[in-house]
């Protein structure tokens, strides 16, 4: 008998000896892991203890944790995800939480992956968390995120570049087909156009005078055959770009024998403010005439029911005022030349698109002729501009720099 | 050059040809037919034509080479080419060799017709000068060289002369009697604002600033007596090429230069 208890009082010796090596072994591990340890309790998420390194990565004594809970170490916004990570890890459905919030004594967050085990302690079902500090690691993640979203981002922009660069070079080849085409285009017809001419000049020659409907007809087959040469030219000034042979010359003549090129009808008046005093400007006088001739037939066209064109010429001081690369104001002298009538007006829409190449509100043309008369301009160290109101009429302004402002 | 003008019309479009040759004979001239360059240079040899109106794109020969060599065997034949669509180098080259000009297709036929009118015109010149003896000379130079030349020493009667009757130009002496020349080219001026006046003075240093204020009142340009005749035979010679290229569509300028003696006008001919 003695000798049982003696045994089993060795035995249970010998047990609390292993439990306390056990015990000491848990502690040294525990103590000693890299990771911050921190069990808490299923139920009231209240924390039983932790080791050393939780307590540092937290900012709270080891005496502090038992007062506290899951909710006092997580940013409130957080607090919903966290506690369900809890759940699912409680239920052993998740062994990692990673990239969990956590909240320090003095309110910073810092990020953790959480690695738990759910165990029973003194009858307590306990789950103990292993903290990991992977704010580091987040932030590398992040810089790595961002960096593959500018990357990804560039990547976008120069495809984009590379689309459009693509489309404008379609864009060019298709202009070069176009003028060619123009080219070959308008010889062929100028031919045929230029024989059509020459028959009605010639029948109004020989025809006797007093067959009216014969002429009106001629003078319809006449008019028709300058509409279709225009539109040809057009498409031919389009196509090709003229260098400008500018010498010094008096606008106002050119625009006196624009005005007198053109056929203008009876219900309009025309009114040309063209001072003697003008200085002689340096243009190509065959591009500028085109430009005004052109100016002049779209006053006149914008004005079916009749109504007044005006030209006026003046010089002006501050050409360079409206130039982006211009220092000096004021020391640009220009002349401008207004081409106004009382049409019908441009409605705000089709301003914008003015300009643009093949755009028309004509029953008959092809929406060149301002492109080119634009283009004849700027040739010219010119520019155009234009102000418009529906129902009231429009004005095209040329500036072009005077012979001291070249110097 | 004979009563009735003969016109080349070079165009390989045989509509193209026919309907201009028919306008050309309808309007009272003598018309000749090539289809090619080769055809036109053979005419120019054995038919002796007045002028040539020739289109730039025909296979073989081309308007412009064409041109070469009409004018290596024609020098003084007046040229007009025609084209739908002349390269910039093909009409600086056209310019180059001495055509008058290049003209768009369709072409403008009233255009043509008023140049080849103003060419069969008489070559006229008016003399506006008080010294009988300098007249006389000049008139004499200038009708042996094929110009019609009349003379005025009253400075009141100069506008009374130009009316009516064409003149090419008027050669002005700044000084004369009883009026300022500037004057009369003021009113020249005036009335005729594109007639090309040629200002003429014997005092080389008291007048310049005359000289310079007729230039800015628009004479054409002022040469000084005594005229050397080749540089005003030159000068006249200019302002004709140039009134019948200003028919064409091609602009007229003023030069509005001093020609001094030892510096002969420039002549845009080759």
Do not use: W
Not at chain 1, 228 to 252: E, M, Q, V
Not at chain 1, 322 to 345: F, I, M, R, Y
Not at chain 2, 258 to 268: F, N, Q, Y
């Amino acid at each position: 008998m003695a000798g049982g208890l003696r045994r089993e009082i060795a035995g249970r010796k010998q047990a609390e000896q292993e439990l306390k090596e056990s015990e000491q072994r848990f502690k040294t591990v525990f103590d000693n892991n890299n990771d911050g340890l921190l069990v808490s309790d299923i139920e009231d998420k209240k924390f039983l203890f932790g080791n050393p390194v939780i307590s540092r990565m937290l900012g709270y004594g080891e005496d502090e944790l038992p007062n506290l809970t899951v909710a006092d170490i997580h940013p409130a916004e957080d607090l919903a995800y966290v506690l369900a990570q809890f759940e699912k890890q409680a239920k052993k459905e998740v062994a990692v939480a990673e990239s969990i919030p956590v909240k320090r004594k003095d309110g910073s967050v810092f990020f953790a992956d959480i690695n738990s085990a759910p165990i029973t302690l003194g009858g307590r079902k306990c789950l103990m968390g292993a903290f990991r500090d992977v704010t580091v690691r987040k932030q590398v993640e992040e810089a790595v995120r961002k960096l593959n979203e500018e990357l990804e981002q560039k990547v976008r922009e120069r495809t984009e570049q590379l689309l459009a660069a693509q489309g404008e070079l379609v864009r060019a080849e298709k202009l070069a087909i176009l003028g060619q085409l123009a080219g070959s285009v308008g010889h062929e017809l100028r031919n045929p156009l230029g024989v059509i001419n020459n028959a009605v000049y010639f029948l109004k020659s020989v025809l006797p005078q007093d067959n009216e409907t014969v002429k009106e007809y001629l003078d319809i087959i006449k008019s028709e055959v300058d509409i279709s040469g225009r539109i040809i030219s057009d498409l031919l000034d389009f196509s090709r770009t003229k260098t400008p042979h500018a010498y010094p010359t008096s606008i106002s003549e050119i625009v006196k024998r624009s005005l007198h090129s053109c056929a203008i009808p009876e219900t309009v008046t025309v009114e040309a403010d063209l001072p003697d005093t003008l200085p002689p400007v340096n243009v190509d006088a065959v591009q500028m005439g085109q430009v005004f001739q052109n100016l002049i037939l779209n006053a006149v066209q914008a004005m079916q029911k009749g109504g007044s064109l005006r030209i006026s010429a003046k010089t002006i001081s501050d050409f360079g005022l409206q130039n982006a690369d211009s220092t000096k104001k004021g020391e640009h002298p220009a002349l401008e030349v207004a081409v106004s009538d009382t049409g019908e007006g441009i409605s705000p829409e089709n301003l914008k698109k003015l300009f643009h190449p093949l755009f028309t509100t004509k029953v008959r043309g092809i929406g060149l002729g301002l492109v080119v008369t634009k283009r004849n301009v700027e040739a010219n160290n010119g520019r155009l501009s234009v102000e418009s109101r529906e129902g009231e009429g429009s004005t095209f302004r040329i500036l072009l720099p005077l012979e001291e402002a070249a110097a | 050059m004979s009563a009735v003008m003969k016109i080349l019309v070079v165009e390989d479009d045989h509509q193209m040809s026919k309907t201009i040759c028919d306008i050309l004979r309808v309007k009272g001239y003598d018309t000749l037919q090539a289809y090619t360059g080769e055809e036109a240079v053979t005419l120019i040899r054995s038919a002796d034509p007045d002028c040539v109106l020739m289109d730039i794109k025909m296979p073989v020969m081309n308007g412009v080479e064409a041109l070469r060599m009409i004018k290596e065997l024609s020098p003084e034949i007046p040229v007009v080419l025609m084209s739908a669509f002349a390269t910039e180098a093909q009409i600086t080259e056209a310019q180059k060799l001495g055509a008058y000009t290049v003209l768009d297709k369709p072409i403008d036929i009233q255009m043509v017709l008023s140049f080849l009118s103003c060419l069969k015109r008489e070559k006229s010149i008016l003399i506006v000068d008080d010294d009988p003896v300098f007249s006389k000379t000049l008139k004499d130079i200038l009708q042996s060289r094929g110009y019609c030349v009349e003379t005025e020493a009253d400075p009141n009667k100069v506008l009374g002369r130009m009316e009516g009757d064409y003149k090419l130009a008027v050669l002005l002496d700044l000084k004369l009697n009883n009026r300022d020349g500037l004057n009369v080219l003021k009113s020249i001026r005036e009335k005729y604002p594109t007639k090309p006046v040629l200002l003429a003075t014997s005092h080389q240093e008291h007048i310049s600033d005359s000289l310079k204020q007729g230039l800015q009142i628009g004479a054409y340009a002022c040469l000084y007596k005594t005229l050397e005749t080749e540089t005003l035979l030159s000068t006249i010679k200019e302002i004709r090429r140039k009134k019948l290229s200003a028919l064409l569509g091609e602009p007229f300028e003023m030069p509005r230069r001093i020609v001094s003696e030892g510096a002969p006008a420039r002549d845009e001919k080759p």
